[in-house]
């Protein structure tokens, strides 16, 4: 749980913004805005931080539930959303474990200069599990989910990550699919954009360190494929991208998906189902990660703003910020970083925290820091 600081505190210069500072990110596009490629990585990357808040207003919450706190279509309000039992735990405007473990996957590519490793991250996922991140005054990995928990606790964990997630899942009937590895995927599909294999790669290989199953690694792929397609081809007809991605998908993961399973994985992706047929706050699967999946999809068909597809998706309840990290994480690649609410970034109290790590990050994706540390171009 995250001790709550006052805007302001000295103590809290290196992790937040003072009145009136000026944002590491605009100053950044002020100087860069000719390239819209960075629109679409800095819109993933901080459509995946909003989208998690705001999920968290309504996670585990029903329809029924979410309709007596807000009646009549109400808005939910970022941040200042009527606090439950659950979402009271964390620092109004931050995000959750989701994004916790996304930036975890940041981290690893940084300090193995541009290697996604596999035991490396494990590493990381562990230290969290138990620390949270110590420069945010955590007490340990707030969030965690069951499945992440039972492979992390393996005794082979941090030797052979897979084997320990292979054991977990064969434990258990091979028959879980919970969405803890689609809920930080995303900057997978920023990585490496242009080479469509090690995209696959490295998705697969994260994906895989706590979620075997093979419905969690088709949800992952057909995500970060269809962020990859969007960066090579912004202009690109979403259909087309989405065709695009499924088709690869299937094709990478075999035999290995159930003829059920790809047929399932089909249904949760085609254009014509709505949130009313995803049923996300259905007790009984709303951790499903083909519903999170879905919820993406959502986001990326879009055309409304992003305070408004958003809403739409959390008002569904379930698991709610886990469903608003990949919607929005989506919705920002195809948008951009420009149709975030300005207000609704400005309210993340670590945002500048995660602003010095993404201008870490930016160099391993071929945009160039100057000698005075400034990035000054793009390789296209």
């Known amino acids: 749980m995250n001790e709550i600081f006052v805007k302001g505190n000295a103590s809290t210069s290196d992790i937040s913004y003072f009145e009136g500072e000026a944002d590491l990110i605009d100053e950044f596009i002020q100087k860069h805005d000719q390239f819209s490629m960075l629109q679409s990585i800095l819109g993933c990357i901080y459509g995946q931080a909003l989208g998690d808040a705001y999920g968290l207003a309504t996670e585990f919450e029903t329809r029924c539930s979410i309709d007596k706190l807000y009646p009549d279509g109400r808005e939910i309000p970022f941040p200042n959303f009527i606090t439950t039992h659950h ?47 110590p420069q945010l005054k955590d007490f340990g990995g707030l969030g965690l989910g069951q499945n992440v928990s039972m492979v992390c606790s ?7 990550p897979h084997k320990a997630s292979k054991d977990i899942w064969e434990r ?12 930080r995927c995303s900057i997978l599909g920023l990585y490496q954009y242009e080479q469509i294999n090690q995209v696959i790669a490295n998705t697969v290989n994260i994906a895989k360190v706590t979620h075997f199953d093979p419905r969690c690694q088709a949800s992952c ?33 075999g035999d290995s998906l159930s003829k059920e399973q790809k047929t399932e994985f089909l249904w949760y ?3 014509d189902r709505t949130l009313d047929d995803l049923k996300l706050d259905e007790s009984s699967s709303i951790g499903y990660t083909y519903k999170c999946m879905a919820s993406g999809f959502h986001g990326l068909r879009s055309e409304e703003s992003f305070e408004q597809t958003l809403h739409k998706l959390i008002r569904e309840g379930g698991d709610a910020d886990t469903n608003g990290a990949v919607c929005g994480s989506l919705y920002g690649t195809k948008h951009g970083y420009k149709a975030l ?11 500048k925290w995660l602003d010095q790590k993404v201008m870490q990050f930016l160099p391993l994706i071929n945009l160039q820091p100057s000698s005075s540390s400034e990035m000054i171009t793009e390789k296209l």
């Open 154 to 160: 393996h005794r082979d964990f941090l030797e052979d």
């Open 87 to 133: 979402s009271r735990r964390w620092m109004k405007g931050d995000w959750t474990d989701d994004t916790d473990q996304w930036i975890l996957i940041m981290e690893t590519i940084i300090e193995q200069e541009g290697v996604v490793d596999v035991k490396v991250f494990a590493k990381k996922l562990l230290h969290w599990i138990h620390h949270g991140f």
């Open 172 to 183: 258990n009937n091979r028959n879980i699919a919970p969405n803890g590895a689609i809920m």
């Open 269 to 271: 992706t085609n254009i």
């Open 341 to 351: 609410p300005k207000p609704w970034l400005q309210a993340l109290p670590y945002k």
């Open 221 to 253: 792929l057909v995500v970060n494929l269809c962020i990859a397609y969007l960066l090579q081809n912004p202009k690109g007809d979403i259909e087309d991208i989405v065709r695009k991605a499924e088709h690869e998908t299937i094709n990478c993961l």
